[in-house]
């Protein structure tokens, strides 16, 4: 069993919590399941939850190089060359990162608020891109934008592999066989 949860922001990728955050166990009632990966408090978007742990190891495991794509919302008009730098690769503190897929975009459709509002400057446009990797250092999308010049507000990831948060509400999950 695969669980595709849409993770809202300020949900934590875990069951417990003693600082009375919000949880999976806020969401998800499903018993033994266990997530394939992180995301951070301060992402959204698809996080897959399994109770089988060799296809948890299969998601996460860098080996089999499976493929996520986010949403991400950068502060300025983020330019073609910052565009092509993540196309080659990024350097950044533990090293080049491989290159990924990346369009500028436009804000996606039916796109859900983000509970705060991320913050905005009034003289400082924000910009859209869609981004794909296929490795997992920490916090990296956000490192990668800010190393060429775009910090990130907003980061909604939208699909591991084959799986995506299409029709799945923000906070809402579905099961898949």
Avoid at 1 to 25: E, H, S, W, Y
Avoid at 86 to 95: A, E, H
Avoid at 131 to 146: D, F, H, P, Y
Wanted: aromatic letters at 6%; glycine letters at 6%.
């Amino acid at each position: 069993m695969i669980i595709l949860f849409n993770k809202p922001f300020d949900v934590l990728c875990q069951f417990t919590d003693d600082q009375g955050r919000a949880t999976l166990a806020d969401f998800i009632k499903q018993k033994n399941v266990y997530a394939a990966g992180r995301l951070d408090r301060d992402s959204e978007g698809l996080l897959l939850l399994t109770d089988d742990g060799k296809l948890q190891n299969k998601i996460t495991d860098p080996k089999n190089k499976m493929e996520k794509t986010y949403w991400v919302q950068v502060e300025g008009e983020i330019t073609e060359h910052a565009v092509s730098q993540l196309r080659k690769g990024v350097t950044l503190k533990d090293g080049l990162t491989k290159p990924a897929k990346a369009k500028i975009i436009s804000q996606p459709a039916d796109l859900w608020d983000r509970e705060p509002p991320i913050r905005e400057r009034k003289n400082i446009p924000t910009s859209w891109l869609q981004l794909s990797i296929k490795e997992g250092k920490n916090r990296q999308v956000r490192r990668m934008t800010a190393a060429t010049g775009f910090p990130t507000l907003r980061l909604i990831r939208y699909s591991i592999g084959q799986w995506s948060i299409e029709n799945i509400n923000n906070g809402e999950h579905t099961i898949s066989a």
